[in-house]
DNA sequence: GATGAATGAGCCTTCATTCAT
DNA sequence: CATGAATGAAGGCTCATTCAT
């Protein structure tokens, strides 16, 4: 049976997909792949210039997306923060992040996964910290603001801030890395986001109290 | 250039950890590690039986350290529990939580890095699923005697302990892999324990409700 | 200077063979197989799955074969005991004996050389012992029926049996190293075993005369 | 302590001859030699230019010594040979190879069991060749005299000669390898020397009756 | 289009040997 | 005299990649 082209592409990607679940990027070895889709190893090179072309093809369209997303969400938190930035504009702020993050999760589908988890050793693998600038960006804004009139941000809470970061994107790389259906994605992120909200506001009580 | 042994067992640490740090257990080098000390590979099997053994050598200590912390501090935790569980036993656990890991971070210096994030392939890998595991029980903990009444824990509270157990654990390793100054690492575990704090009593609120 | 599959697979077969009949099984080079065999060492491993699974590829069927061999030999001589051990049974036992190490040595063709001379270092490695141990047992049933009611073998006798045993193995291994012609095995095999033969005769007389 | 050169280089060779007898001449490894020897493997080779040298100065004595041997006695053998090769002189040729090869065992002491069973790798490999060349001179003579009138050996008769005399030595090695008490030693060769004149005897009556 | 044989560089590891100390 | 650190070549083996078929 002769097996048309976009088949075969997409019985690689398929098989790749797996493979670079589970082994990650690194370790995972182009014969399984070929095997698993059922061709030879030789045959994936004519449909993928390597193992990093391969990898791209998968989580590529989604960095994409995710660069277009960031700069979007970018823009729009500008013109919250314009507004103020009070106990109702920081809601906003939370149930737009949960929404951005529990928007890219649901859409990207499972090569989310391995952008975020198994792309050590490839050209992505600063996605992590790419991300969690972008959150940087918006809990500096958070704080900032609640700071208000004590002035600007000071060394350590910025490395706080950068840490706070840092801990939702890696707590919601273990979430996609470990569950695969979206509600339940959607239901942990909204929770993890919960408890970093109410825990963030519980920190910010002590500017009020110094603005106050 | 001969050179005394101490210094050559030094340089090869030093070597190793950069490399390993760099590529994780699995695809470090050893005769990377042998160029970057200045020296063949050969010669490091003088000092280490095998990679492995160079491995232990950088992170043993600091995980048999963890061990002795981790069984101490449950029974500790058994005794709290034991006590009951309102808001006053939740904050000696919170301090407790916090002492414990601060303890190990500042006793361990740069190699917890290594343990916690660079250790997949080593018979160590297993570590962050285990100090997850930790702080697990003890959430549930938390969590049932919130609820009390309400009744033992569904799945879905399951899960969710589940993730923000991960997710603090992941934090602590993320700043573990940033920070190698104790005072530093000490105050970011801590205001990373005080957010992760305050959101679940803000979640646990909805419990007492419930049992009011 | 593509080849066909099998043909690659014979020359590889055949570097092995020469290789390990030079070097033996633990000195053998993979590496120089793979240069005489006109390859890379890597393309042997598509092969065979290692260094001792190509061992097994040339000596492992003669191996079974001896086992099935053995088996049944052993069998055979059981009921050649139990209808006595006189000079009859005697004549009969070493003619048996003569035709199961014929047969075998022509079943086997060269591979007889690596397994019996060459194997040290792999699992085959106690063939020799093997095979001595089995003509023990026949030569030890010769000597008890000879002596009869002198009694049991002494130490001294048993240790002659087991020198004597090994030395016939020894024979045969290095008829084995030498000839590969198949009739021409059988006819130093049979010679062989014909002066051992005569030997073994002369030296029980003295039993004779004790029993007399 | 200082140790004296003389004590040293005792050392050595005692720890050399162990490791040698243990894993053979290709196996041995020089740093188990000095471990054994209560040094460095560096020092070795003060004592010695390299492995081979090493060896050499254990087994190469006993090699000269047997060289002489061989010499003097295919002399004698000739002698022998002068005034007829009947029965009697048979028997004192057997007698003369039994005790040449017990004395070589005996005068020898353990080193023969190096050059013998361990020499592999080396370049007294062929040293058991070369023995069974000796006997070969020895048997062939006795064949032919037992031929006499019925003309010179054939090659089959050549051939059967050839694996006897391995044989013979194939059975003295494998003694040398498992008994190192002399007494036991003399014995078993004795016992083997032997059957295989028995056989031999038997398998001479032939030309006898050709001659008769 | 596809195969799969082949390569070559790399992996960890061992070891006889050298040489600065 | 002796040490032991260091080398360099070799060991078995894996794997992404190429290319004749």
């Not at 193992?51 to 590529?60: M, N, P, R, S, T």
């Not at 990207?108 to 490839?122: A, D, H, K, Q, V």
Request: hydrophobic share 40%; aromatic share 10%.
């Amino acid at each position: 049976m002769q097996v048309l082209k976009e088949e075969v592409r997409s019985a690689i990607l398929l098989a790749a997909y797996e493979e670079f679940r589970q082994s990650g990027y690194s370790e995972a070895s182009i014969r399984r792949i070929a095997a698993a889709a059922g061709m030879t190893s030789g045959n994936i090179y004519r449909y993928f210039r390597n193992k990093e072309d391969l990898f791209d093809a998968i989580v590529g369209p989604l960095y994409s997306e995710y660069s277009r997303y960031a700069q979007e969400y970018l823009q729009t938190a500008e013109g919250i923060v314009t507004g103020g930035w009070d106990v109702q504009a920081r809601t906003i702020f939370f149930e737009r992040v949960q929404a951005t993050l529990i928007g890219l999760l649901m859409a990207s589908g499972p090569s989310l996964l391995l952008l975020l988890c198994r792309s050590e050793g490839s050209k992505y693998e600063s996605i992590r910290s790419e991300l969690t600038g972008f959150v940087e960006s918006l809990l500096t804004k958070t704080f900032s603001a609640a700071k208000a009139a004590a002035g600007p941000l000071n060394e350590n809470e910025r490395i706080e801030i950068g840490m706070l970061s840092a801990t939702l994107i890696e707590g919601v790389a273990w979430i996609a890395a470990k569950y695969h259906d979206s509600e339940r994605l959607g239901t942990l992120v909204e929770q993890l986001i919960d408890v970093f909200g109410g825990g963030v506001e519980k920190r910010l009580l002590v500017y009020r109290d110094l603005n106050g």
